[in-house]
């Protein structure tokens, strides 16, 4: 039982941090969690074991891991479970609208301070001026650059 629980918790701490290298890098508790339990299972088995073994089975899990995390680079494992799309399209892009300074619409969706908004029954994106502003509530355009509207509430 005093192996068993040794080797469990050095699988464990080893599987957590290839985990967190591979497929959740930068969130650390899953790494900090995988090193945790580890570091454990090491002095678990300096514990039950005594020194040399202990040593050796830290030299030995310190090896495994490592090549762990060296084997999932190599065989680019994470690939599986990555996006392989980019999305290079822009808010309003294409629209055919004859906007205006000035004109009056509704915003369809809460400005955050991104939303959408109608005018003249075209569904456009909108940006307010920094401010909250509900939704179904009447908005004035305010700016115009290229493809952002620059709204505020009346």
Excluded at 20 to 37: D, K, N, Q, R, S
Excluded at 122 to 129: A, F, G, H, L, M
Aim: glycine share 10%; net charge neutral; hydrophobic share 45%.
């Amino acid at each position: 039982m005093d192996w068993f629980s040794v080797l469990a918790l050095i699988a464990l701490g080893i599987t957590l941090i290839v985990v967190e290298v591979i497929f959740v890098p930068g969130t650390t508790v899953v790494g900090i969690l995988g090193l945790a339990c580890g570091a454990f299972g090491i002095y678990l088995g300096y514990d039950y074991f005594g020194t040399t073994t202990g040593t050796v089975i830290m030299v030995v899990s310190s090896l495994v891991g490592f090549g762990a995390i060296f084997y999932s680079f190599k065989s680019k494992a994470w690939e599986r479970f990555s996006l392989k799309e980019e999305n290079r399209s822009k808010y309003n892009d294409g629209i055919k609208v004859n906007l205006q300074i000035a004109q009056r619409g509704k915003t369809i969706s809460s400005l955050k301070p991104f939303g959408k908004a109608m005018f003249e029954d075209q569904i456009v994106e909108v940006k307010s001026n920094g401010a909250y502003v509900n939704e179904n509530q009447q908005v004035e355009i305010t700016k115009i650059e290229l493809n952002r509207i620059i709204v505020e509430p009346i």
